[in-house]
């Protein structure tokens, strides 16, 4: 816990991430000034990946799009990581203790509009696990309170039993996208019936996403256990291969 969570503690009413107090009207634990600092992904984006699509290149096959398995229908995320606040919203979320900024975090993020038929079919949201060594150090898997709160507002149930994490990870903030991949390849297991989740199109949902390494495991366990179409969303995306914004 940093020395300002327990300061936040005895002052309910300051922002989560600038520290100053909130307005009156502000129900939020963001203050609406931080709000406006965080950067939405720049426009246009790829319509499958949600990826923003560079208008001064020729347009050729979408790169983010190739990190994704066939299988991967649509990825929406709401913000840009780094600059503006979305990453210190992110860092409010998983190290501060700051559980309850999943809530408006997951207002944003059901904003995102994504293909219809995406829309039409979504039958569940599936958090990504955290070990049970994180969990324990957390307190509460930060994916799970954004389904949570993403559910309520889709009106979709949460599934927490379909996939586990076998075995913590290493932070992937230094690894290249092929040590990304290996990191967390089997770091994941069904914990569903076989068969019971035949034909299924689920959303996997993430704080962050940066090379899609974890999601991609996550959704191939998935995939392995029956489920037909996995779609990705998440708070926060970081620049990857050769971006610019
Ligand atoms: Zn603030
Ligand atoms: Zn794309």
């Known amino acids: 816990m940093s020395r300002w969570s327990l300061l936040d503690l005895l002052l309910p009413a300051a922002c989560a991430v600038c520290k100053r107090a909130r307005a009156g009207h502000e129900v939020d634990l963001v203050c609406g000034a931080c709000w406006l600092r965080a950067t939405e992904l720049p ?13 001064r290149r020729p347009p050729t096959r979408c790169a983010w799009c190739t990190l994704l398995p066939p ?7 709401a913000f840009g990581l780094p600059g503006g606040t979305a990453e210190s919203i992110v860092y ?7 559980s309850a ?4 975090m997951a207002r944003r ?8 038929d995406v829309e039409r079919e979504r039958a569940a949201l599936v958090p990504v696990p955290l070990s049970s060594a994180r969990l324990r150090e957390r307190g509460y898997n930060q994916s799970e309170k954004l389904a949570d709160g993403l559910g309520r507002l889709w009106n979709l149930p949460v599934r927490t039993d379909l996939i586990a994490r076998e075995r913590a990870t290493k932070t992937q903030t230094r690894l290249t996208p092929g040590e990304r991949q290996r ?5 994941f297991r069904s914990l569903a019936d076989r068969g019971s989740l035949r034909g299924l199109h689920l959303v996997l949902v ?3 996403v940066t090379t899609a390494a974890t999601l991609n495991a996550c959704a191939a366990t998935l995939h392995d256990g029956g489920v037909r179409i996995v779609s990705y969303v998440t708070f926060g995306r970081a620049p990857a291969i050769g971006d610019r914004w």
Do not use: T
């Open 101 to 104: 900024v999943a809530a408006p």
């Open 109 to 116: 993020m059901a904003a995102l509009r994504f293909p219809p």
């Open 206 to 208: 993430d704080d962050v």
């Open 92 to 98: 409010a979320l998983k190290y501060d203790g700051w």
């Open 183 to 187: 990191n967390v390849a089997n770091a």
């Open 43 to 55: 426009r246009p984006r790829c319509d499958r990946c949600g990826h923003p699509v560079d208008v």
């Open 71 to 77: 299988y991967v229908r649509a990825v929406r995320s």
